[in-house]
């Protein structure tokens, strides 16, 4: 039998969170010894296939965690499209892991310009004015929570 630590949180219903089964509910022993299975998950597993897309000023985006109390953040997976539009965030910063790339891809940075490559990585904090160039799929971590009323388009 395996023994969890408690994590405090409860798994919410979502299509795309798997639930935990009898062999991933968590098991705790109390003071006394005795196993006790609630319901309670020590983590979150999530199906990007199962999330729906949302346009962005980069592409489409799927986006995960947004609704787990317990992680500070939120996880994308985005399509970037050709049109991408430089745009910046007053509140949160981001962190892109290029997973593909076009040969041509590229980042531009407060009007700076870069190449990028799968399996690089830049942080973009906050107020920093950025959009993607060429097609790629980028996971991107964004901190604290993403909130769609801090994309601020450039004028």
């Not at 597993?45 to 897309?53: C, G, N, R």
């Not at 910063?93 to 310009?113: H, P, Q, T």
């Not at 190449?115 to 604290?144: D, E, F, W």
Request: charge should be negative; proline fraction near 6%; hydrophobic fraction near 35%.
């Amino acid at each position: 039998m395996v023994k969890w630590p408690n994590s405090g949180r409860l798994v919410r219903n979502a299509p795309h969170i798997l639930q935990p089964n009898s062999t991933h509910r968590k098991t705790m022993s109390n003071e006394n010894g005795d196993s006790e299975t609630g319901s309670m998950a020590p983590f979150e597993f999530v199906d990007f296939s199962k999330i729906e897309s949302v346009a962005c000023p980069c592409g489409q985006a799927k986006r995960a965690f947004a609704d787990t109390v317990d992680f500070p953040g939120t996880v994308h997976v985005t399509e970037i499209s050709a049109e991408a539009r430089s745009h910046y965030h007053k509140q949160h910063s981001e962190v892109y892991y290029f997973l593909e790339c076009d040969a041509d891809a590229k980042m531009e940075l407060n009007g700076e310009i870069m190449n990028v490559k799968p399996g690089q990585c830049i942080y973009i904090r906050s107020n920093t004015m950025h959009r993607a160039i060429g097609q790629m799929k980028v996971l991107i971590i964004s901190m604290p929570k993403f909130d769609p009323l801090d994309e601020h388009l450039e004028a």
